[in-house]
């Protein structure tokens, strides 16, 4: 099994990024997948997260409005749409799956997670 985040980058403030995150060994439709990030020099978060069935999204108040969480589940793939950013969006980004389909927001109840993909955000 193995997931890979990628889509990050260096961006201006206000512009946008598109985050994936892929599978192999795993089918993504299965889990709730949740979207969590790590700050330089601070603790890993949860950004994002949308559950297995009834594809319910939820969202960090940091990143209500402005960040977006989707699946494709024909392409076994899950996306963070990242609009408006700000500098304290600067992070490294990592996907994980959730296997009590519950985005649950413990860390520690995810149990598969993707290498994590940098993003930068210049002001």
């Known amino acids: 099994v193995q997931l890979q985040a990628f889509g990050g980058g260096l961006v201006q403030a206000g512009g946008s990024l598109r985050l994936s995150c892929a599978a192999s060994g795993l089918t993504l439709e299965w889990y709730a997948v949740g979207w969590w990030r790590q700050p330089p020099g601070k603790e890993r978060e949860g950004v994002s997260c949308?559950?297995?069935?009834?594809?319910?999204?939820s969202y960090a108040d940091s990143v209500k409005g402005r960040f977006t969480i989707s699946r494709d589940n024909s392409r076994n793939l899950v996306y963070l749409q990242m609009n408006n950013l700000k500098p304290e969006d600067t992070a490294v980004y990592y996907c994980?799956?959730?296997?009590?389909?519950?985005?649950?927001?413990?860390?520690?109840?995810?149990?598969?997670w993707g290498q994590g993909t940098k993003v930068t955000v210049s002001s």
């Open positions: 949308i559950t297995s069935r009834d594809e319910t999204a």
């Open positions: 994980a799956t959730d296997p009590t389909l519950r985005c649950s927001k413990h860390l520690q109840e995810y149990n598969f």
